[in-house]
């Protein structure tokens, strides 16, 4: 298959129990209000989704008092569960539709599957870690999201036998963008990834697959994420 070419472009920068229920559902309802619609996030089907996704539920105990602040949060493994804006960023930017088949890359505690499954996609999770991918797996099935598909594998292979993609989402950063994944992802569809150093800046692209087989390539706002690693 042949490999893409790539065209840059500029865009501005964007600016537990049920006992604990209600409680935990006004501290939602906040984290939408004033860290993710107040920054910039205008989708209502996004906005709706994060509202109803109990954030708390995807982090271990000792975290969940920190689940609905402006941070990300450590979920074990070395792996942490992103920051509420750049989850609603991101999904914004892939704009997921209902019936629509994303691919994630980066499984992790399983919220962004989640979110994605609320807005009616079907979703294929990977995950490298086996305790993450079998953690989620479990609580995605407890929580009866049926539209999630998880796999532990290596994120950089992608998911061939169940492309092509509508979207694609990467929650970890690589160094360069997978080939793979991009040739995964249908024409007209479109990627969200972070890309750059370990340890360093990364760079939120947007890419859009065009009926030529190319790829428009968007940069949207500077991260931080974990880096994506291969088996």
Known sequence: MAVPKFITEETPEVGVDCHQKPAREKERLEMVSSQIEARGVRS?????????VERHRFIPPDGQAFAYRDSPVPIGQGQTISQPY????????ID??????????GTGSGYQA??????GSQVFTIEIIPELATSAARL?????????????????LGWPDK????KVIVTAAPEEIPTALVQQLRTGGTMVLPVGPQGGVQQLFLLRKTD??????ERVIPVRFVPMVRQ
């Open 44 to 52: 209502q089907r996004v906005l709706e989704a994060m509202r109803k």
């Open 86 to 93: 750049i989850v609603g960023c991101m999904t914004e930017a």
């Open 96 to 105: 997921p539709q209902p019936g629509d088949r994303v691919l994630e890359i």
């Open 114 to 119: 989640a979110v994605l499954a609320e807005m």
């Open 140 to 156: 995605i099935g407890e929580l009866g999201y049926d539209r999630v598909h998880v796999r532990q594998g290596d994120g950089y």
């Open 163 to 166: 492309a092509p993609f509508d």
């Open 212 to 217: 030529e087989g190319n790829v428009r390539q």
